[in-house]
């Protein structure tokens, strides 16, 4: 979606993340589910777990590539 947005508007747009660039709030969807990360833990290696909304744990290893979508605001 690449229209105009009134000021102050959120736009998700989906992004390649790894360990290094995931964040809490974003939006992976695995096994047909959006899971929203909520919480991060920083492990050794590079890699990090990742605590989702409903409970569940993810463990991203340091060459792990996912799609995620990142709510991105518009000024």
């Excluded at 989906?14 to 929203?36: F, H, L, M, Y």
């Excluded at 991060?40 to 744990?57: C, D, I, N, T, Y």
């Excluded at 991203?60 to 518009?74: C, I, Y």
């Amino acid at each position: 979606m690449r229209g105009r947005t009134p000021n102050g508007a959120a736009v998700a747009a989906p992004i390649e993340i790894t360990s290094a660039s995931v964040q809490r709030g974003d939006v992976i969807q695995i096994g047909g589910c959006p899971c929203r990360v909520t919480d991060l833990l920083q492990l050794p290696g590079g890699a990090k777990r990742l605590w989702f909304e409903s409970g569940e744990l993810l463990t991203m290893h340091s060459r792990t590539r996912l799609v995620a979508l990142r709510t991105l605001r518009r000024w």
